[in-house]
């Protein structure tokens, strides 16, 4: 049985992707592959470091024995890097600190309204991710001759069964 890790990155892609955001949101599946000035973006499995080899998801697995006796059964602990940018520029860095404050609520909200997750065909009925949260966030405040930008990587916790 495979990680739970991959329905959980597609999810969240499709949330986000269909989420109702107030400005043009673009979702990146993994780390940026061009120039990304002067856009809002949010990317999934990435914090979108300088340094690209970074983890998408992490997941750590524990065997479950206990009535079940061949032992092909699992608990996970799953985390997933993101980031949300605004590279708009402008000299106002509230603005586009409050700005990213109103995309945030969207990406939160997405995240607790977005649906069931259940494994993929042929997994066993209660092969799902049992519940999912955003566990850490950073807020990067940066000024530069393009302007303002903020940026917030973020850490997603989800428990999962396979």
Same mark, same amino acid.
């Given at each position: ?45 990435? *914090? !979108? ?6 983890? +998408?998801? #992490?997941?750590?697995? %524990? ?6 006796? /061949? ?54 009925? *209660? !092969? ?6 955003? +566990?850490? #966030?950073?807020?990067? %405040? ?6 303002? /930008? ?13």
């Amino acid at each position: 049985m495979s990680t739970q890790s991959f329905v959980l990155l597609n999810w969240l892609v499709d949330i986000w992707t269909a989420a109702p955001w107030p400005t043009m949101v673009k979702v990146v599946d993994g780390p940026p592959t061009t120039d990304v000035s002067g856009e809002v973006l949010l990317f999934v499995g990435s *914090d !979108a470091a300088p340094i690209s080899a970074d983890d +998408s998801a #992490v997941s750590r697995s %524990q065997w479950r024995l206990l009535g079940n006796p /061949t032992g092909n059964r699992r608990d996970e602990l799953i985390t997933v890097k993101g980031s949300l940018w605004d590279r708009r520029g402008g000299t106002d860095m509230r603005a586009r600190r409050n700005e990213v404050d109103q995309l945030w609520q969207v990406l939160e909200s997405a995240v607790r309204d977005g649906g069931a997750l259940v494994g993929p065909a042929g997994s066993p009925p *209660d !092969a799902r991710v049992v519940w999912v949260e955003l +566990s850490e #966030v950073t807020v990067r %405040q940066i000024q530069t001759t393009q302007g303002a /930008t903020v940026e917030c990587p973020f850490i997603l916790t989800a428990n999962a069964r396979s």
